[in-house]
Every structure is written in structure tokens, then in C-alpha cells.
């Protein structure tokens, strides 16, 4: 084997792959884009060079010898972008896993590590290869070593020898310390000879050999001012050299033994390319198995005729194929089981007509892998069929893992995690009004192949859920709470028909009424709905100021008109008229198109795998929106009752639950004290704040209060607290100092998480949910704001929504052990809705705020109010 070394000078690779690529971010919110460009290098160099040794030499630290000769020595260098900081862990990760040496010296620079091993080298008869962006390493070129110095992007290079520096500056290498010492280096903060550039330079040096002898011959040097300038700069001159001189014989502890090169560990390169989300370099890695794929192509399958034993393992993947998004009652286009004996397509018809299928589907037992078990249990549960032993949910997994990501399409998911030959349902099925049902051979593949995938990323998901201490919360919380959900969707909410149609018609009614008056204000008929002529009416014949102005025409949107709500009587009725025109169509309108003909209730679907907060949300009806401020919307409810006769509703929520999480989180003493003594919180922010006793409270300060409360949750500007509050920015400034000198604790903890955010490229709950917000080191200021806010809101919203999911688990717990009939029906925000028999009403009283106060421990109490009624609008 031919014996050649290759040094790179580390962190000139890196900052030159960090400015030459845009910022790039992984799933997990990293930034990889100098991890990215050094990977890059470094597989050519690998490839082109084929070192039997190799070394990346990293500096140490900000202070080295040279800072002994001149104390402002590389003094004008700007601070690491933290956005290339964090990635220097990544970068020697990635050398360990090359098997690629590094190394670093206290006191010293990279470049002197690598000029003492290039002159050891170079001695022991090594070919020599130098790679960096730092023209400062062409000093050590010679007739075995050369330096590759990188020039735009990652890519070009410029390869110096002795012949290459003859040609290009007319010295030899070793003079590039003296041309450094007379014309200085910026970037260093060498000061040189001051006016003395790079051809006066090259020059003098051709013209006296050296530095020293030039500055032995000034009285030869022509012109008089050049003359002058070196005269007076000769000690200047002479440290500038040492400064730029490298260090040949620098205390190494390493030898060129220890770093021979005999390839890299497959297996962590794809570990670690896979996590970077480096999925394009892959392919290029010998010796990983799939660089990430499935072959899929070689999968053999049976299309089922009958049910065998061989189908129904106690451990398989069960593909349960529904395509309709309101997926109640939707037709199941076919089955895929995938387990130890083989892989096998059901059809539908098959498996609701075999009791041997049945029974394995409901034997808890029988553990079955599954991509989004609610839907699935749902969608069989329509069709006579319970579906038990769902251990292990992949649409579940990846959302705790990343909740920013898409998991729409199983697809989509294994793609990120290197399996890239399943097809979407995209492709499979079509889109749009091309979509349609592909023939039986084809549908089957494609759900056998859906089914192995699941098998392939349960390994996967759980060794990260593992990792990221997260497995508690997808085994102890998410997985469980899907089967609540199940339950919730099924069972529905009842709707009195009669009472929404008669609420419609109220609402007709009160839009005529509306709808007259504003034509009356208006001085004729026009029709409101359109922003055009709304436009006109307002901003032409009223006159009104015009705040903004579209494509179109004027903008009518809410907040202009909310803007001019003092210059005209008629914005707050075109308010109005909206709102009720909302209701109307969204909820009244929209709550009848989805009641269930033979029950009247409705089955809102809960999305547990949307959010980024973990909050769930609810669709098709959305349950959880309904305009409660508007006493019109909050009439609604009226139409939400009992499922059965003589049964009541009981509702019950969080009193201030994420002051609460604040509290604790923040472990601000006066925030523990006021809730600890039931105090009320806004009354005491406002004492706090204005400095005034209890009973000096005014209700204008307890509203301020109040907002800055809610707010300082949410990450509030003065900005924003201004707008809601109606005061001055200026105003709004001093009531957030003044709050923050009253809750020091909470100031402290908005300053740290979001420090930890920039560290960590993420923030977590008490639950260990995360949210990855790679905008946190954006350079744009408003992208980096926002980014801020959500950093110091996340934590917070975040762990009520987990605390109110396990209350929901440990409800139904109770329910069962108490034996109750009282049903779970819904969960809205922080309140938990229930329908139950009027004799369980008092047992409800004890045990829901008994169990929901209880289910996590806080260093503050939680707080339960409940209430019930003969509907929904009476349980308030």
C-alpha cells in the first residue's frame, strides 16, 4: 500500500461548508448544512485520495501562544454562528464513525498540529496531502506535500506545490511567512506593514530574498515613503512573520501510527446519516444494508380465499385499508396481516364473514402492529367487529417523535426513515376525481407491502422512542388514549334536531333584522357578503379612514373593521351580522349535514397526531370551536344532550391550568404562594403589579392583569399586550417589567428555555413530548421571534394537554372500577364532557375532580370546577 497521509484543518473545512451551503435542518430541528458540506469532502477525499492515514486537526480553543506575542492576535474574528456551533458535536461524531482520527492541542492551532505531523510525515517518506480553506497552510507545501485549498463551494480547489506558488506569487513556500509579515492578514488581525499590500510584498521579497534581509537593505529599497513606512513597522513587520510562522514542532501526543486509516463502520456512517436525515448519501455507503430500503419488489404474498390459522400469529402487522377520511362507517377496501409465517391479503367480505377473523381481532392477546389504531377500531367496530391488542401504533409513534411531520401516508413516514420504495396512496389509488380502486392483484400488494413496512419501523421507532425518553409517553399516555378516543368517536354525542332546526331559524331571523339596519345606516341595499361593495359602502360613501387596500379593492377584513369600530355605528352591526352569518352556515347548517340519521348523534373525529402541542383537535364537526363568547354560539349546546332519557350532562374543567404548568415549570415562589392559598390569581397579579392592597383591586386592573397572565404564556409583546389592552406600547413595556419584578421566576425561566431551545434545537413537556423548532437561530428577526414565543409557550400548553390526556385515562380507569354507565363524550380544550344517569350525578361530583386533581403532582394544587345540566349549554 502506497503510504500517504491526508490532514485537514478542521474547522476551515467546516466554516467554509457552512457559509458555501444554504442552512439546512433535519427532522429534529438540527442544523446540518457544515456537517452536510464536510461529509461531502471528506467521502472525496476518501474516494480520490485513499489515504493509508488520515487525521482532522480542530483547534482548541480561542487563546493560543501567539496570543503572548500580540494579545490582538485573529482579535476582529466575528463569534461562531450558533448555528455552526452546534454542529461541531455532529462532526466528530461523524469521525468516529469514519474511523477517521482527530485531534486537537491546548494552547495550539490546528495548523500547527498539522505542519508538526506533515514534517514528521514528510521525513518518514510519506506523500503528503493538506486540505483546508486557509491559504496560511501554503507555507508547509514541499516537494512530498501539498495543499488543497478550498475556493468557492465545497467542491474547488487549488492544489499548491512549490512549482504552483512559483508560478502564482514568484517566491517559494517558505517565504509566505515573510509575505504574511510585510503585507499582514486581515483575517488574523496580522497587522503587517501598514500600506504595504500583496504585490508590493512579492516584490520587495523577490527583490531581497527575505524579510530580515530586506529589512537589513532599507536604504535600497526605492521610494522614499515605502522606506519610511518599513522603517518605522520593523518590529511589526518581524512579529507579524512569527505570528504567521506554523508552529513545526508543536507537543503532539499522537504519532503517525495512531492515525492509520483502514475504513469506516458502515453500519454507524448509515446510523448517523439516517438521524442527520442524509438520505441522498446513502447509497453510498458500503456495507449498510438498505443504505435504508426495504426491498419490497421480493416480498411473496397470498391473496386469502379462507382464513388459516397460519394468518392469526399472536404477533403480526394488520393493515386495516379505509380511504374515506370520515371514516364512520366508510367501507373497508381490504385487509393485510404480515407475521412470521408470511404476508396475506383479506378481503374485506372475507374477514366480516369469518368468526376464526373475528375472534382473532378482539383477543387481547394477540398483539397486532397497527397504523393509526383508532381509525382502524372505529371503522371495524362499525362493521360488528372489536378490534383488541393494538401494542404498537406507527402513526402514533411518529407523531411523538415529530409532531412537525406529515402523517398522512404510511409512505411518507418510512421515506424518513430510509425504507424509499413504497409506494403513496397517491400514486396507488390517484387523487382528486381521478381517484379510484386499482384490481385486486394491485390493491393487495400494495397493503402487504404497507403491512412488512409497519414491521420494519416498530424496530425503528422504538429504539428512538427509547432514546428520546419518550417511550413512557407513547406506551403510558398516547397508545392507551387512542382507545379511549375510539370509544368517544363511537359512542357520539346526541343532537336534538328540532332544537338546532328551530335555532336556524332564529338566526334567519336575527340576519333580516340585522341585515335591514345596516342597509338603514348604509342609505341603501348592497350585498353585505361581498368585500367589494362593502368596500364601497365604508370607505366611498361613508367616508371612513382606509387602513388597507387590496388588489380588489378596500380591505373589509375583521381586524380593519375592528380598527374602525368608533368612526361608524354601522361596523358593529356588520360585525354582528357576520358572526350570526357564521353560525348559521358553519354551525347550525353544518351540525345537520353530519347528524346521524337513525341515532341523531353526531361522531366527531378527535385527531391525536395533528398538533404540534399534543393538544387533540376535532373535526367533521369541529365540537371544539363552537363560538361560546357570542351568546348565540354558546346557545348552541342547547342542541347537545343525553344519549338516553332521564340522563344528564356533566361537564368539568381545569381551572387555569397552564398558569398552573407556569407556575411549577417556572417554580416562581410568588406563583406557588397565590395558588397554593387559592388565591386568585389575576386579583393578585394586579396587587403585585400596581403595588396596591386587595381591596384597592380595580376591575380595570384585574382585566390588565389578567391579560398579561394569559399573555406571559403565550410569549406576549408589549406589542401585543398594547393591542388587546388598548394602551400605548410604552405602557404595555413598563406592565411586562413590572410583572416580570414581581414573578422573577417566570423571567428566568422564559430566558432559559429558550437558551435550551438554541442548545437543544427543541423544547419538551413534563411528559418528555417535544417540539423541534429549528426557526429558533433563524437570522430573520421576526421568523426568530415567533420562533422565541413558541419556545416559551410549548412547554407550557404542552404539558396541559398531556396532563388532560391522562386524566381521560385515568377516568375511564375509574369509571370501569366504580362500574358507572357515565360516558366519556367528549374533550374540549382543558373540560372533559360526560353524559351519565341522574343517580350517578353525585358519584361524578366526588370522583371526576377527585380523579383530574390527582392525575400528575405539581408543586401547585390543580384546580377542578364541574357543573350539569339537561344539556351541554346547562352543564356551564
Not at 501567539?66 to 456551533?85: A, D, I, N
Not at 503585507?183 to 499590500?197: C, K
Not at 398552573?660 to 417554580?667: E, F, Y
Request: proline share 3%; hydrophobic share 40%.
Amino acid at each position: 500500500m502506497d503510504k500517504k497521509i491526508v490532514l485537514i484543518d478542521g474547522n476551515s473545512i467546516a466554516y467554509r461548508a457552512f457559509f458555501a451551503l444554504p442552512l439546512l435542518n433535519n427532522d429534529k430541528g438540527v442544523h446540518t448544512n457544515a456537517i452536510y458540506g464536510f461529509t461531502m469532502i471528506l467521502m472525496r477525499i476518501l474516494e480520490q485520495e485513499k489515504p493509508s492515514h488520515i487525521l482532522v486537526a480542530f483547534d482548541a480553543g480561542k487563546t493560543t501562544f501567539r496570543h503572548s506575542t500580540f494579545s490582538e492576535y485573529k482579535g476582529g474574528r466575528q463569534k461562531t454562528p450558533p448555528e455552526l456551533s452546534e454542529q461541531f458535536p455532529f462532526l466528530r461524531e461523524l469521525l468516529d464513525a469514519y474511523k477517521v482520527s482527530r485531534y486537537e492541542l491546548e494552547n495550539y492551532e490546528a495548523d500547527d498540529i498539522i505542519g508538526t505531523l506533515s514534517l514528521q510525515a514528510e521525513k518518514e517518506g510519506f506523500e503528503v496531502k493538506v486540505i483546508s480553506g486557509d491559504k496560511d497552510l501554503t507555507q508547509l507545501a514541499s516537494e512530498h506535500v501539498t495543499v488543497d485549498i478550498t475556493k468557492k463551494g465545497i467542491t474547488d480547489v487549488d492544489s499548491y506545490t512549490p512549482e504552483f506558488i512559483k508560478e502564482k506569487y514568484g517566491i517559494t513556500p517558505e517565504r509566505i511567512i515573510d509575505m504574511k509579515g510585510l503585507m499582514g492578514d486581515s483575517s488574523d488581525n496580522i497587522p503587517g506593514v501598514p500600506g504595504v499590500g500583496e504585490k508590493t510584498a512579492i516584490k520587495l521579497l523577490q527583490e531581497f530574498g527575505s524579510l530580515e534581509a530586506l529589512l537589513n537593505s532599507l536604504d535600497k529599497v526605492s521610494g522614499q515613503k515605502l522606506k519610511e513606512k518599513l522603517e518605522e513597522n520593523k518590529d511589526q513587520a518581524i512579529m507579524s512573520k512569527k505570528l504567521a510562522t506554523i508552529h513545526r514542532e508543536a507537543p503532539i501526543e499522537i504519532s503517525i501510527s495512531d492515525i492509520a486509516y483502514d475504513g469506516y463502520d458502515g453500519e454507524k456512517v448509515t446510523k448517523l446519516f439516517k438521524e442527520l436525515g442524509f438520505n441522498s448519501l446513502l447509497d453510498k455507503i458500503e456495507g449498510s444494508e438498505n443504505k435504508g430500503d426495504i426491498q419490497l419488489e421480493e416480498i411473496d404474498f397470498i391473496i386469502a380465499s379462507e382464513i388459516t390459522d397460519e394468518m392469526l400469529t399472536p404477533q403480526s402487522s394488520l393493515i386495516v385499508e379505509v380511504l374515506d377520511e370520515s371514516y364512520h362507517q366508510a367501507d373497508i377496501q381490504g385487509l393485510a396481516i404480515a407475521n412470521e409465517n408470511g404476508n396475506f391479503y383479506i378481503p374485506t367480505k372475507l374477514a366480516l364473514e369469518s368468526e376464526a377473523f373475528q375472534e382473532w381481532a378482539k383477543d387481547e392477546t394477540k398483539k397486532k402492529t397497527i397504523y393509526d389504531a383508532k381509525k382502524s377500531i372505529v371503522a371495524l367496530r362499525w362493521k360488528g367487529i372489536e378490534l383488541r391488542g393494538t401494542d404498537f401504533d406507527c402513526l402514533i409513534a411518529s407523531y411523538i417523535l415529530n409532531p412537525s411531520e406529515s402523517t398522512e401516508d404510511i409512505a411518507a413516514i418510512a421515506k424518513n426513515k430510509g425504507i424509499t420504495d413504497l409506494k403513496s396512496d397517491e400514486v396507488v389509488y390517484g387523487k382528486g376525481a381521478k381517484r379510484s380502486i386499482p384490481n385486486e392483484s394491485v390493491l393487495a400488494e400494495h397493503l402487504i407491502r404497507k403491512a412488512v413496512c409497519l414491521t420494519n419501523l416498530k424496530d425503528i421507532f422504538i429504539a428512538e422512542l427509547q432514546e428520546n425518553e419518550q417511550y413512557d409517553l407513547f406506551t403510558n399516555l398516547e397508545m392507551p388514549l387512542s382507545l379511549i378516543l375510539a370509544d368517544m368517536e363511537s359512542i357520539g354525542v346526541k343532537v336534538d334536531v328540532e332544537r338546532l332546526k328551530a335555532m336556524g331559524e332564529e338566526l334567519k331571523e336575527h340576519l333580516q333584522e340585522l341585515e335591514q339596519k345596516i342597509y338603514e345606516l348604509a342609505g341603501e341595499a348592497f350585498n353585505i357578503n361581498s368585500p367589494k361593495q362593502l368596500g364601497i359602502i365604508l370607505f366611498e360613501k361613508l367616508q371612513l379612514p382606509v387602513f388597507k387596500k387590496t388588489k380588489t379593492g378596500y380591505s373589509t377584513s375583521a381586524d380593519i373593521l375592528e380598527k374602525l369600530a368608533d368612526e361608524h355605528e354601522i361596523i358593529e352591526y356588520i360585525l354582528h351580522y357576520r358572526q350570526i352569518g357564521k353560525l348559521q352556515s358553519t354551525y347550525i347548517e353544518g351540525l345537520l349535514k353530519v347528524v346521524h340519521e337513525d341515532s341523531c348523534k353526531v361522531h366527531t373525529r378527535f385527531q391525536q397526531a395533528l398538533t404540534q402541542t399534543g393538544r387533540l383537535s376535532s373535526t367533521d364537526p369541529n365540537l371544539q370551536n363552537i363560538p361560546i363568547r357570542l351568546e348565540e354560539g354558546r346557545k348552541i349546546r342547547q342542541a347537545f344532550v343525553p344519549s338516553t332519557k332521564d340522563w344528564l350532562m356533566f361537564a368539568a374543567d381545569y381551572s387555569q391550568i397552564e398558569l398552573r404548568v407556569l407556575a411549577h415549570i417556572a417554580n416562581d415562589q410568588n406563583l406557588i404562594e397565590a395558588f397554593t392559598n387559592d388565591l386568585d390569581i389575576h386579583t393578585k397579579t394586579a396587587m403585585d403589579v400596581f403595588h396596591v392592597k386587595e381591596d384597592e383591586v380595580t376591575s380595570n386592573m384585574r382585566r390588565h392583569a389578567k391579560a398579561v397572565n394569559f399573555g406571559i404564556v403565550y410569549g406576549i409583546s408589549d406589542f401585543g399586550l398594547s393591542q388587546s389592552l388598548g394602551i400605548t406600547r410604552k405602557e404595555a413595556g413598563h406592565f411586562i417589567e413590572r410583572y416580570f419584578e414581581s414573578f422573577p421566576g417566570v423571567k428566568e425561566y422564559m430566558e432559559d428555555i429558550v437558551e435550551e431551545a438554541r442548545q437543544n434545537g427543541y423544547v419538551s413537556t413534563l411528559l418528555h413530548r417535544r417540539r423541534y423548532i429549528p426557526e429558533i437561530t433563524a437570522r430573520n428577526f421576526n421568523v426568530r421571534s415567533f420562533a422565541e414565543r413558541t419556545a416559551m409557550n410549548t412547554p407550557i400548553q404542552g404539558s396541559a394537554a398531556d396532563i388532560i390526556k391522562k386524566a381521560m385515562i385515568d377516568m375511564a380507569d375509574r369509571l370501569r372500577k366504580e362500574n358507572l354507565e357515565a360516558k366519556l363524550l367528549l374533550q374540549v380544550h382543558d373540560e372533559l364532557i360526560f353524559e351519565a344517569p341522574e343517580d350517578e350525578i353525585e358519584k361524578l361530583k366526588i370522583i371526576v375532580p377527585e380523579v383530574m386533581e390527582n392525575t400528575i403532582s405539581l408543586k401547585v394544587p390543580l384546580k377542578v370546577d364541574y357543573s350539569f345540566g339537561k344539556t351541554w349549554y346547562d352543564a356551564k
